[in-house]
């Protein structure tokens, strides 16, 4: 073995430590490096040499230079450090919103118990100026919180844009410096024949984990070394050494929304918004798809709710200075709202003419969702509607030519006005979402606060029984009661008792002449000692009367003469919202009694039936002899009878009376019962009969007559009344509405003669039954089908919020510990440990002395060898 | 496990970190006193707190407007039970009117002090409560209730509005009485009746109706109940034409009475049909129309002023001593109807106070429950929350110190 080669051996072995030590020196100088993955010098050992004797080892070559990293490792990092970025991101917007909400002083929730505290102190005293501004203030600062909540999460909406457009710039260059990594890299690759360039790598590495920072990520390595990166679904980010930019542009059918995506077409995006996730673009997206929109579509219905409500209710009473109620807050329905509620998506085709809006039918079944409408083709006028948060189709079908045509849901209805709308037209609805905002005080005048109700019961003090009328509701005031301008009632009423159990509702406009309403109220039945109620609050209750041939008219013998009729009845069944229709067959000389009785039985029916007969001229030839109904009666003037029939148990029992005015004797069958009369005597004995027809009949001694009575029909809103006809009904009765726009309920036990007045309560300045209704809204269930007061619609929203937040927390938890988990396991691999390089850096130090010692002794062994051979 | 060196710190600063934040956290609970300080800490708790809150406030109104009703219902109480007083000593004046020894002059002074006594008692029947409404005439509040006629009667121009308050979310209560209730429909001994101007006259100014009274108690009964409207016919009436004129006829049936047909009219006339008398002044229009309203009961200021008027009026003579006697037995009469109607309002009054206060002692009992779950919802365990706190610093220091022992360890250290 020759003396070189042993030099050449310590060579490399000293080579081979002295870059072992500057491997670690270059460690320790890069121990806070971030991304910094620390680097090994890997030896080999040449292949040996044969010399007879067997192989010689030839020292020690370096073979490359390793970086302790790992891929997998590095993407699970990448990957949680994206979702970390997300659930932080979105924890503390969430935070915000939280706070706000269940905040004092921006929370709706105080807001509106100090409104309706105000309204209770106003009840307590109406007329009190003070109370009633304090309601008008109250109501201010109620619109205020509701506006300054609305604005928050507005604020909030145009936060996360802002974010957004920066993020994506920031993605956009991050992508933009890896794709230029990418090509350093490949570069690199093919100059080190195969040798990795670490650094250059680390530098990748680190742009990539920033980048995951802001947008969830998933990389693909290539064997050039470079790295492609891809977003959401699998969209390329990065392909080796080119990039694509990620774009935000306004949404097209909402423009308070950014889109965010990668290009698509000429200056156009692919919207990639509902995809993204991870990173601190993913937190603001996610909040601003699951927290905001609904937030603000729930505060929107809150004050829909609310001002539809009180709005109602307000417009029933009566204010200080006997006007009827106005507006309290903005009408829900006003242009600009009904507008607002449609966004005309900017990518339908033009002509740009389409007009439609939408108006609420009913706070009580909105949702808090978006809606989607879209004429799905091919024909023009086919639509589908879907509603956003379930995806549900709520409508789908044709649009009618004929404008204005409406599509009617949950509680809201789309008029389509006029346009061309045409197949790939899509609009987006949204009944709730401007509610806050649109929610504006509309009475300013503390005087114009309605907290009395426009009507007043009086009781005749000379009544001689208990009975007590009251005020029951008040349904409509757009009825044709409350039409006179001057605060008047039109007509005011006249309740007046016939008799214990029967009483005429009349126009009491004239006080000393009371004529009947119309249609007429007359001898209708009152229940003694039970709350009766009178008229109906069904606003489409109609009434069809018995205007038959027959009805009412007197008939020669001791039947009536009606023939047998049968009724067809209607009506839609509310739950199965199918009609049902239904026979009643009545038998021939049925008395109008018996009919009332049958059709009482329908659903929805309630009949009232009376028999008037009126008798005169009274010719004794000298044997006259008067029978009603079987029972005899004496006398031969009007006023004999009328007192006999009045004194005849049998008949006032059944419900017959008399009265006179001292030429004509009416009797009255109060429960529709006919009335027959013998006629008893001889040819000069005769008596005038005039039954209800008006119709005028001498009837002579030795003959029966019999009168039928009459019959008033009402049904509830959507039921049909028809008759075969020709008897009591005529085959196509015309129905007449009786609603009023109030109620009334009637007590106790008048008798004949008490009177109660119905009147506009003019002067009612102390009265606060109006009040009282308003105050009563708090604690009703208006929303949610009926199913939340507005304080549990808002404490819904507080506590969805919450417990959302309270979600995210434990998710962000999670995700910090799987981030300091994985940042560990790259950390505990790739970290510089200094200790661990400061006993390497003696190892590797030794090992360099020893192979100079090796050189020191081959110079030695050489110099012998000179000393022999020169001696 | 191999540690870089980098880890070591990161290690320490994450956990020095995570304590910083709870004993940041205890401190905020501690200084705000709340155990939930957002929503996302409990948001059960959160939501409760929400509906207890709301609770709350409506007791405390209800509270508020108990207060309310008991000022207003005390006044009632007050006021009604001074008129009672007062028609006890009206009820004592006429005993003693009663008295044979008592001569006309006697009498007068009588009446001298029951005139005294009427105005004393119309003054409280006008009450006026704190917010300057008068107690008495229903939802017209702004309505003076009892104001002489241009005959010198009382009548009532309230109505039968009668206000109440939300005291329980589900109980309200009356808080005022209609002056027509009160003190007009009493019953009556005899059969009387009442004048009424129709609304709808159109005279201007208007004319006025004045019920002098029952002359002959018999014949008035049979009319009974029939109520009469005297109307003004049209000029072309009368004889000779061209005069103001009435007819008076029955109002169930029209029937004329007692041939009262186009009377010539002079303001002031006694007008006299069916044992009853009365008056209208003034200058009627045509059209114009006045009904007398046969009644069971008789308003108490109408009864005293008939008793002061016979008083004044009578005289010693057999005739008028007989009448006397017979105003004065209606007038107890009337006068104890009238003491029975105000203590059954007194009693009913007493009886809604009694109900306010056991409402109040409800709400006070619900406040005291709610605040104390208001307390347990969200209030602070101080307790807990110090020794926490202790706990939790103490972890922070040892965290702080065993960081600064362990990161200063480097094997460099020894290789000098």
Redesign the interface.
């Known amino acids: 073995m020759a003396g070189s080669d042993l030099l050449n051996l310590a060579v490399a072995g000293m080579n081979a430590q002295r870059s072992i030590l500057g491997t670690i020196g270059h460690n320790i100088s890069n ?2 490096t971030e991304g910094y993955s ?1 680097q090994q010098v890997v030896l080999e050992t040449p292949p040996p040499q044969f010399s007879g004797g067997g192989y010689f080892g030839t020292g020690v070559t370096q073979q490359t230079i390793r970086r302790l990293a790992n891929d997998y490792v590095s993407s699970q990092l990448r990957t949680d450090n994206a979702i970390f970025n997300e659930m932080d991101t979105y924890l503390g917007k ?2 915000s919103v ?2 706000l ?2 905040d004092a002083r921006t929370g709706m ?2 807001g ?2 100090q409104f ?2 105000a309204l ?2 106003a ?6 100026l003070p109370a009633r501004q304090l309601v008008i203030s109250q109501g201010n600062s109620l619109v205020d919180r509701f506006h300054n909540l609305d604005q928050r999460l507005r604020a909030f909406n145009m936060e996360v844009n802002k974010q957004v457009t920066s993020l994506a710039a920031r993605v956009t260059a991050l992508a933009k410096s890896i794709a230029e990594m990418n090509q350093e890299v490949t570069a690199a690759v093919g100059a080190g024949q195969g040798n990795m360039p670490n650094d250059l790598l680390d530098k990748r590495d680190k742009l990539l984990k920033e980048l995951s920072g802001y947008i969830g990520i998933q990389t693909v390595g290539q064997d050039d070394g470079s790295v492609n990166v891809l977003i959401s679904k699998g969209q390329a980010l990065v392909v080796g050494k080119s990039y694509n930019p990620l774009l935000t542009k306004a949404s097209a059918d909402n423009p308070d929304r950014l889109d965010v995506g990668l290009p698509a077409g000429v200056d156009g995006l692919q919207d990639a918004s509902d995809n993204l996730s991870g990173g601190q673009l993913g937190g603001y997206l996610t909040f601003r798809n699951e927290v905001l929109r609904d937030a603000q579509n729930t505060l929107g219905r809150l004050a829909l709710g609310m001002a539809d409500g009180i709005n109602q209710q307000h417009a029933l009473g009566m204010d200080l200075e006997g006007r009827l109620g106005g507006l309290f807050f903005s009408d829900i329905n006003d242009s600009i709202a009904t507008k607002g509620r449609v966004v005309l998506d900017s990518s339908n085709l033009p002509p740009n003419d389409r007009s439609l809006n939408v108006s609420i039918t009913d706070t009580s079944l909105l949702t808090t969702s978006d809606y989607d409408l879209d004429f799905t083709g091919p024909a023009n006028d086919l639509y589908v509607l879907r509603r956003r948060s379930d995806n549900e189709i709520v409508s789908q079908g044709v649009i009618s030519t004929m404008f204005p045509s409406t599509i009617s849901v949950d509680g809201f209805t789309i008029n389509l006005v006029a346009g061309s709308f045409q197949a790939g037209d899509h609009f987006m609805i949204q009944p709730v979402h401007r509610g806050a905002v649109n929610m504006e005080m509309a009475i300013n005048r503390n005087q114009s606060l309605a907290l ?1 109700a426009p009507l ?7 009544n ?1 029984g208990s009975g007590a009328l009251e005020l029951n509701t008040v349904e409509d005031v757009s009825t044709q009661a409350f039409a006179a301008q001057s605060g008047a009632l039109s007509p005011p009423l006249l309740i007046r008792f016939n008799s214990a159990t029967s009483y005429d509702i009349l126009d009491n ?4 002449a009371p004529v009947a309403l119309i249609p007429p109220r007359t001898e209708r039945t009152f229940l003694p000692g039970v709350e009766n109620d009178i008229f109906s609050s069904d606003s489409g209750i109609l009434e069809v009367r018995s205007e038959g041939a027959l009805a009412g008219a007197l008939n020669a013998g001791a039947n009536n003469g009606y023939p047998a009729e049968t009724f067809t009845i209607s009506r839609v069944d509310t739950l199965s919202g199918s009609v049902v229709t239904q026979t009643v067959n009545t038998a021939l000389n049925a008395s109008a009694r018996t009919v009332a009785d049958q059709l009482n039985a329908v659903t929805g029916l309630s009949a009232n039936a009376y028999t008037r007969m009126k008798v005169g001229n009274i010719v004794d030839g000298g044997s006259l002899s008067l029978e009603l109904n079987g029972q005899l009666v004496t006398g031969l003037s009007v006023l004999a009878l009328a007192s006999n029939i009045n004194n005849t148990a049998l008949l006032t029992n059944a419900g017959i009376r008399a ?4 030429t004509t004797l009416t009797i009255t069958s109060e429960k529709g019962d006919d009335l027959s009369l013998i006629v008893g005597g001889g040819v000069g004995d005769s008596v005038d009969v005039t039954d209800m027809t008006g119709a005028a009949t001498t009837v002579s001694g030795g003959s029966i007559v019999t009168e039928g009575g009459v019959l008033e029909v009402e049904m509830l809103s959507g039921m049909t009344f028809t008759s075969t006809g020709a008897g009591l009904f005529t085959s196509g009765p015309l129905p007449l509405s009786v609603f009023m726009g109030y109620t009334l309920k009637l007590n106790g036990l008048p008798q004949a ?1 008490d009177t109660f007045l119905v009147d506009y ?1 003019s ?7 109006n009040a ?1 209704m308003l ?1 009563a809204l ?2 009703v269930q208006q929303l949610d089908g009926k199913g939340s007061t507005y ?2 619609a ?3 929203l ?2 969805n ?3 959302r ?2 979600q ?2 434990i998710n962000h938890e999670a995700s910090k510990g799987l981030l ?1 988990q994985s ?2 396991t790259r ?10 390089e ?2 390497k ?2 190892e590797h130090e030794m090992a360099y002395n020893a192979s100079a010692q090796v050189v020191t002794m081959a110079r030695s062994l050489f110099d012998t060898l000179l000393r022999v051979v020169g001696a | 496990m191999r540690l870089s060196t980098g880890q070591v710190f990161d290690r320490g600063i994450t956990s020095m970190q995570d304590v910083q934040g709870q004993v940041s956290r205890t401190q905020e609970q501690i200084s705000t006193q709340r155990r939930v300080l957002t929503p996302a800490d409990d948001p059960v708790a959160a939501t409760h707190i929400l509906k207890v809150n709301e609770e709350l406030s409506q007791a405390e109104q209800y509270q508020k407007n108990l207060v309310v009703f008991n000022n207003r219902s005390k006044l009632e109480e007050v006021t009604i039970s001074n008129v009672a007083n007062t028609m006890q000593r009206i009820r004592e004046l006429t005993l003693q009117a009663g008295n044979g020894s008592m001569s006309a002059a006697d009498r007068r002074l009588l009446a001298g002090e029951i005139r005294e006594r009427i105005e004393q008692v119309a003054n409280l029947m006008n009450t006026r409560d704190a917010a300057n409404e008068y107690l008495f005439s229903g939802f017209q509040g702004g309505q003076k209730p009892f104001v002489k006629d241009g005959s010198g009667n009382y009548v009532y121009l309230g109505d039968e509005g009668r206000r109440y308050l939300q005291v329980a979310s589900e109980t309200a209560l009356a808080v005022s009485d209609s002056g027509k209730e009160l003190f007009v429909d009493i019953p009556s001994s005899n059969r009387t009746f009442y004048t009424e101007a129709s609304p709808v006259n159109t005279a201007q100014p208007a004319a006025s109706i004045a019920r002098v009274g029952v002359l002959d108690q018999a014949t008035f009964d049979a009319f009974y109940p029939e109520d009469a409207v005297i109307e003004f016919r049209p000029l072309t009436e009368s004889t000779p034409p061209g005069l103001t004129n009435f007819t008076v006829r029955n109002r169930s049936d029209n029937q004329i009475i007692g041939g009262l047909q186009n009377v010539t009219y002079a303001s002031g006339q006694d007008i006299i049909f069916q044992g009853i008398k009365l008056r209208i002044n003034g200058a009627p229009a045509v059209g114009d129309a006045f009904f007398v309203q046969s009644s069971d009961k008789q308003g108490m200021l109408t009864t005293m002023e008939e008793l002061s008027l016979n008083l004044e009026t009578l005289t010693d003579v057999p005739a008028d001593r007989a009448t006397l006697e017979t105003v004065l037995n209606t007038s107890l009469v009337n006068l104890d109807n009238v003491i029975t109607r105000l203590s059954e309002f007194q009693g009913s009054l007493g009886a809604r106070l009694s109900t306010a206060e056991s409402v109040e002692s409800l709400h006070e009992d619900f406040t005291l429950v709610s605040q104390k779950a208001l307390s347990d919802l969200q209030d602070l365990d101080y307790g807990e929350a110090i020794s926490r706190l202790s706990m939790q610093t103490m972890v922070l220091e040892a965290a702080q110190q065993s960081f600064s022992k362990i990161a200063t360890l480097s094997l460099f250290n020894f290789l000098r």
Request: net charge negative; glycine share 6%.
């Open positions: 121990a806070n620390r969430m935070e939280d706070n909400l269940a929730a105080p509106m118990q309706f505290s209770q102190t009840a307590n005293d109406p007329s009190s009395a007043r019961t009086l009781s005749s003090t000379q001689r406009s004239d006080p000393k009265s006179t005015d001292g003669g309560n002067r009612g300045s102390a009265d606060n039954r009282l105050n708090q604690n304080i549990n808002y404490s819904q507080v506590e919020i919450g417990t937040s309270s995210i927390k300091e940042q560990e950390d505990s691999l790739s970290g510089v440990n200094l200790d661990e400061a006993a850096l003696l």
